[in-house]
Structure formats: structure tokens, C-alpha cells
């Protein structure tokens, strides 16, 4: 079924009626779309649609398809999900493209009790109000096999990327020569070997190697080599 694109035209619909028109095209179709489909309105970012696939994922009532009106970032997403998530989207709601997409990996979750997966996610605008502001958008939502090789070496590059998100602040909070020396203590060093590299005096690199520690918290050799693994400075 051809799904076309939401129009303003001269009969001046409003809003909701164009919605409402739009959710039911999705839904005469939604079982031949291999994905949850998402409708999620742009002012508060609640859910106006979710697709059966997704009722059945994420364990909601059936019988309340429309107008959910939870907050997609809150039910679904992880902790550090939400500050992507909403950096890109409001990327998006800035521009004046109807064609633009967005895409992201995110981990979703059906409840609590359960956890995270990893999703390939599409948004779009999907209907913007008279004034031609983003009014809803739509999302469709394609969980990766965990069964696949490629899966498995996308979730270790995605976890690495949330870790980098965490520690972000700490990283930052080196100084350049704090960074410099940390990619040889990582690599296991002695304070004399990297006085010599750096020709400074070893007891300079024992302060600095002190504050590193201090400011990065760690507790092990394997934590330094780890981190610095994780900022690409080894």
C-alpha cells in the first residue's frame, strides 16, 4: 500500500483530522513493514502511535494503540540514550526538510525486569501544523539479530561509544601534557623511561601520574590501558 505524504492543502484540515488519516494509513499496512513504527508527537515528545509490533515488544495494552501519551525517550531508552537521541531530533526539528532523515543505534528495553537490546532507528517529520512547524514525527524502529557476528562486533563499538559518552567530562578534564603521558603509562612505562622521552624530570612525571589517577579514579593497570584504549590514545 502507497503511504503519501502528509499535505496542507485548501480544505484546511486540522491537525488532528490529517493525524488521525495518517496513523490509519500506517495501520492498514503496518504488519507488511518489517519494524515498529513510532509516532511520536514533536511539541512533548509523547507517543501517538505505536504499531502492533511494537505493542507486543514492549509489553504495552493492546487495546490502547493511540494516544499512549508516554514519553518516548523516558519508557524505552537507556540512560545515556536520551541526550543523543534528543541532540539529534532536535537537529532535525531545526530544519525545513520534510525528507531528512535521521538514523541511530539505541538499546530499548520491554520493561525493567528485562534487558537493553539494540535498535537500528529511523526519524523523520512526518506532519507539520499550519505555520509549518514539526507537529509529529515518525520513527521506525529494527532490532539488530543478536544471533549475528556483525551484531556482536556493532554492540561492543556502540557500548564503547556510550562508555566515552560517561567518561567524557573526566577526559576533558586532563591537561595536554596529562594526556600526553597517560598514552605512556597505558603502555606501561616507568617513570624514568617517560622523563626521558618527554625530557622532563621523573619526579614531574610521578605528580602527574598521582594526578591522573586522582582525576580519572583508577584503581588498576588495566583501568589506565583501558581508558586510554577508549579515547584512542593507545
Avoid at 537493553?116 to 507537529?135: A, I, T
Avoid at 566515552?164 to 578534564?173: E, P
Wanted: charged share 25%.
Amino acid at each position: 500500500m502507497k503511504i503519501s505524504p502528509p499535505e496542507m492543502d485548501d480544505s484546511h484540515e486540522s491537525t488532528d483530522e490529517l493525524i488521525k488519516n495518517k496513523i490509519a494509513e500506517f495501520a492498514a499496512c503496518e504488519d507488511d513493514i518489517p519494524g515498529i513504527i513510532i509516532i511520536i508527537n514533536a511539541v512533548d515528545f509523547s507517543i501517538r502511535y505505536l504499531s502492533k509490533r511494537g505493542i507486543e515488544v514492549f509489553g504495552l495494552n493492546p487495546e490502547e494503540p493511540q494516544g499512549i501519551g508516554i514519553k518516548y525517550p523516558a519508557l524505552f531508552l537507556k540512560a545515556e540514550n536520551p541526550a543523543e537521541y534528543s541532540a539529534s531530533t532536535f537537529e532535525l526539528l531545526k530544519h525545513d526538510n520534510n525528507d531528512e532523515i535521521i538514523s541511530l543505534f539505541q538499546e530499548f528495553r520491554t520493561s525493567a525486569q528485562h534487558n537493553y537490546s539494540w535498535f537500528y532507528v529511523g526519524v523523520k517529520v512526518l506532519l507539520r501544523n499550519m505555520k509549518g512547524n514539526p507537529e509529529f514525527l515518525i520513527a521506525m524502529a529494527i532490532p539488530l539479530n543478536p544471533m549475528s557476528e556483525m551484531t556482536e562486533k556493532t554492540e561492543r563499538i556502540l557500548n564503547d561509544q556510550n562508555e566515552r559518552l560517561r567518561n567524557q567530562q573526566k577526559f576533558l578534564s586532563l591537561t595536554k601534557r596529562e594526556t600526553e603521558l597517560l598514552k605512556y603509562i597505558a603502555l606501561g612505562k616507568t617513570n624514568e623511561a617517560i622523563s626521558t622521552e618527554l625530557y622532563i624530570s621523573a619526579e614531574t612525571v610521578a605528580t602527574h601520574r598521582k594526578n591522573i589517577k586522582r582525576k580519572l579514579g583508577f584503581k588498576s593497570n588495566y583501568d589506565c590501558t583501558h581508558f586510554a584504549q577508549l579515547f584512542n590514545l593507545i
